[in-house]
C-alpha cells in the first residue's frame, strides 16, 4: 500500500520562509519522479515543481523561480520543498504528489493526469 504524507504546512508572515516535506512508503521512491501541487479554493490544481527520479533534473513554475527548490534524498523516501521569500499569493494547499510511470521526465512539469499517488495536502498561508 503506497503512502503518501506532508508535513511542514502552516501560517507565516509575509517574506517568511517554510519548509514542506513528504515521505513516501510502499514503492521504490528512487524510481519515480515526484512534484509538488497547491490548489486554491474553486481553482484548478497547479504543478508548482517537479523533480526526476534521480533528483538531477528539476522545473519550477515562473512564479516561485529564486524562492522555492524543491529536492529529493531517496535514501530516506523524502520529498522537500523549501519556500523563500513567501508571497501572499502563495496561499493555498500544497501537494505531494507521485508519478505513476517510473523514470519519466515531462518537460513544463507533471500534468494531473501523470499522477499515481497524492498526499492529503497541507495548508500554507501567507500573511495575516
Known amino acids: 500500500q503506497v503512502q503518501v504524507m506532508e508535513s511542514g504546512g502552516g501560517s507565516v508572515e509575509v517574506g517568511g520562509s517554510l519548509t514542506l516535506s513528504c515521505t513516501v512508503s510502499?514503492?521504490?521512491?528512487?524510481?519515480?519522479?515526484m512534484a509538488w501541487f497547491r490548489q486554491i479554493p474553486e481553482q484548478n490544481r497547479e504543478v508548482v515543481s517537479h523533480i526526476s527520479h534521480t533528483g538531477m533534473t528539476v522545473y519550477e513554475i515562473d512564479s516561485v523561480k529564486g524562492r522555492f527548490t524543491i529536492s529529493r534524498d531517496n535514501t530516506k523516501n523524502i520529498l522537500y520543498l523549501v519556500m523563500t521569500r513567501l508571497k501572499p499569493e502563495d496561499t493555498a494547499t500544497y501537494y505531494c504528489a507521485v508519478d505513476a510511470a517510473p523514470s519519466r521526465w515531462r518537460t513544463g512539469g507533471l500534468w494531473l493526469s501523470d499522477i499515481g499517488f497524492w498526499g492529503q495536502g497541507t495548508q500554507v498561508i501567507v500573511g495575516s
Open positions: 510502499g514503492l521504490p521512491f528512487g524510481d519515480y519522479g
